[in-house]
């Protein structure tokens, strides 16, 4: 099942309201001449359409009525052709206001979701490990798609069309009461009647567009947790358990998108046949009205061309109303992931970092429960010294906390208790940006990206020459196998480096590490994937990066570690001991048992 953002509301379903849609002001606010230009096009076109009825008006009582005489109202005077004219250059005026419009509203609506769009996805970026530990990313990606789509066609498009009904709306009901008072007093009376059904449904849609959105995004995070896992799938055969739940997921989506939309063509059909039963209504007062000689044709006629006008903008004001209701639901989603707050909190003013070619750190006294286990310790009461350049090894058995010492040193959590200090300086008081750039990692499980190898060895520094590239390439014996790819160092790799095998992925991160020439670097079983001889030569590139450098190094093979300068063994978020290879063999503890179960076969 998809999880929820931490950050979401617990609020009913039913509370969300398209008030919400205020929240996407900062977006459109850079943008007010824009805005501004578009409603003054919007006006222009809104009065440019409430004079035809008054044109057709004059050119029935003049070229059609019984007298056939000119009248003395907006085009009083003019001949029958003249009439035409007018009204084909009223007709000109409308088009270019309508496109000048639409164009402009457009770019509004497409530059704002794309800024909106972008500022998402900056923050998600922000987020510390923990905020995916209770959000999907395929729910992410379907509010950075789906989401943004919907509220680009409200911003671009419906409230545009919803501002021109809401002018063509006020405007005609204030030409029908000009035009005749009484059967303008008769058609708002009905209006009125039809208010509050009309209120009450359109309640419900706003409440199933919310379900169906969240509907949407339950089908989309299941999805990008299968097809990132496919080997896995198929490797136990799971292909048809997971088309059925994917199905199941569609089909929940479907039934709730059937169920909004049920309910929204209730209340369209509502609209209209209450809309269109009051223009008939009306109509038939005023043909007995026409006929006692009371109202003139062309009055009668303009009447109905107002009402029409009247019922047009009622309709679009109804579908606009459902689109504003799904695009609320949409904002507040996405609203939710663009206000949620890091975890992990910059400080206020940080410190510059001490100048140091190397890294001293120094764990004091640290404990640390993860979240979603805070009765559990992952660490407890850690303390440990590095001294600068030193090569530093951490080995244990799984569970021990290794891992778990790499994340808190990144600060991808914070520590729960006690501090850890880098140069003398606590971490918390530098900027993730400084404390993070001075670090390089080798996880065990690398992550290569959709681009060329060039550009994936380039992360680790972007500024980087392409002979700066090569060179890291080469310490890592990356061109080993680079070299036999049908473009070298363009080649694609393929999405997570499907074209490479794990030992190949690892080299490249390894590369990566090198280049980015951190003064700390972390190894996280570097070498694991890597075939003896491999290891050797890679050992080799890796000895040249340590040189220099603070390095720590996560191990489980402890063939890999025999000349670094210390070993700390861990054991159920302990430190249990420390010292040389040699030492530790000859105090006969935990490291011993190990390495007699590794090194002594």
Known sequence: MARRSPSAPNRPVGSRKVSTLRGLWPFLRPYRARIALAFVLLCLASATLLLVPLAFRDLIDAGFGKTAQPPTG???????????????????????????????????????????????????????????????????????????????TVVGSSISMGLRSLFQFAGGMVMLAVTSFHLFSLNLGLMALLALPIFVIGRKVRTLSRESQDRIADASALAGEILNAMPTVQAYTQEPAEAQRFSERTETSFATAIRRTRVRAALTALIITAIMGTIIFVLWIG?????????????????????????????????????????????????????????????????TPAASPQAAIRFDHVRFAYPARAQLNALDDICLDI????????????????????????????????????????????????????????????????????????????????????????????????????????????????????????????????????????????????DAESEILVQQGLAAAMAGRTTLIIAHRLATVQQVDRIVVMDAGHIVEIGTPDDLRRQGGLYARLASLQLDL
């Open 74 to 152: 907006l085009l009083g005077g003019l001949s029958l052709n003249d009439h035409f004219l007018a009204l084909f250059a009223l007709a000109s005026v409308w088009a270019l206001a309508v496109a000048g419009r639409y164009y402009t509203v457009s770019w509004i609506g497409e530059r704002a979701t794309a800024d909106l769009r972008s500022a998402v996805y900056a923050r998600v970026l922000r987020q510390s490990p923990q905020f995916f530990e209770t959000t999907q990313t395929g729910e992410v990606l379907s509010r950075l798609t789906g989401d943004t789509t919907l509220i680009q």
């Open 387 to 530: 001294a600068p350049g030193e090569s530093v090894a951490l080995v244990g058995p799984s569970g021990a906390g290794k891992t778990t010492l790499f994340q808190l040193l990144l600060r991808y959590y914070d520590v729960s208790d006690g501090s850890i200090a880098i140069n003398g300086q606590d971490i918390r008081q530098l900027s993730l940006h400084n404390l993070r750039k001075d670090i390089a990692i080798v996880p065990q499980d690398p992550v290569i990206f959709s681009a060329s190898a060039m550009e994936n060895i380039r992360y680790g520094r972007s500024d980087a020459s392409d002979d700066e590239v090569i060179q890291a390439a080469r310490a890592a014996r990356v061109d080993e196998f680079i070299d036999r790819l049908p473009e070298g160092y363009q080649t694609f790799l393929g999405e997570r480096g499907t074209r490479l095998s794990g030992g190949q992925r690892q080299r490249i991160a390894i590369a990566r590490a090198m280049l980015k020439g951190a003064r700390l670097l972390m190894l996280d079983e570097a070498t694991s994937a890597l």
């Open 287 to 351: 043909a007995q009205q026409v006929a006692a000689g009371t109202m003139t044709e062309g009055q009668l006629f303009s009447f109905v061309l107002y009402a029409a006008l009247v019922a047009g903008g009622v309709g679009t004001l109804a579908e606009v109303w459902g689109d504003a209701m799904r695009a609320a639901g949409a904002t507040e989603r996405l609203l939710e992931l663009l206000h949620a707050e890091p975890a992990i909190r910059e400080a206020a003013t940080p410190i």
